[in-house]
């Protein structure tokens, strides 16, 4: 599957955005997606993802209230009350296998390109 991801881009604080992320190829066997965000100097951390199959939605501590992921091709994540700490390189994932926790960045085979979210003070 090729994932291609888009929507970042410079917001205010307490502004919203929303990525998208665009699926092609083998998309029937997709277990499931997930988008990620990565500051310099840090690991990529688990923002939010979903069960393909079941809808199942995890969502990471941080945005919890904030941000909505939603089903479908493009899969997009709307991202409301934007905090500064937000800003980061926002990546999409799938999977192919159920094998691992649906926040683990390890059990995903499958990234889109990043798009960047800056959200100024």
């Known amino acids: 599957v090729q994932l291609q991801a888009s929507g970042g881009g410079l917001v205010q604080a307490g502004g919203s955005l929303r990525l998208s992320c665009a699926a092609s190829?083998?998309?029937?066997?997709?277990?499931?997606m997930a988008w990620f965000r990565q500051t310099p100097g840090k690991e990529r951390e688990f923002v939010a993802g979903?069960?393909?199959?079941?809808s199942t939605i995890f969502y990471g501590d941080s945005v919890k209230g904030r941000f909505l992921i939603s089903r479908g091709n493009p899969v997009y994540l709307s991202m409301n009350s934007l905090k500064p700490e937000d800003t980061a390189v926002y990546f999409c994932?799938?999977?192919?296998?159920?094998?691992?926790?649906?926040?683990?960045?390890?059990?995903?085979?499958?990234w889109g390109q990043g798009t960047l979210v800056t959200v100024s003070s």
């Open positions: 190829g083998n998309t029937f066997n997709i277990y499931a």
């Open positions: 994932a799938a999977r192919y296998g159920g094998r691992g926790n649906l926040d683990s960045v390890e059990t995903y085979k499958y």
């Open positions: 979903i069960h393909w199959s079941t």
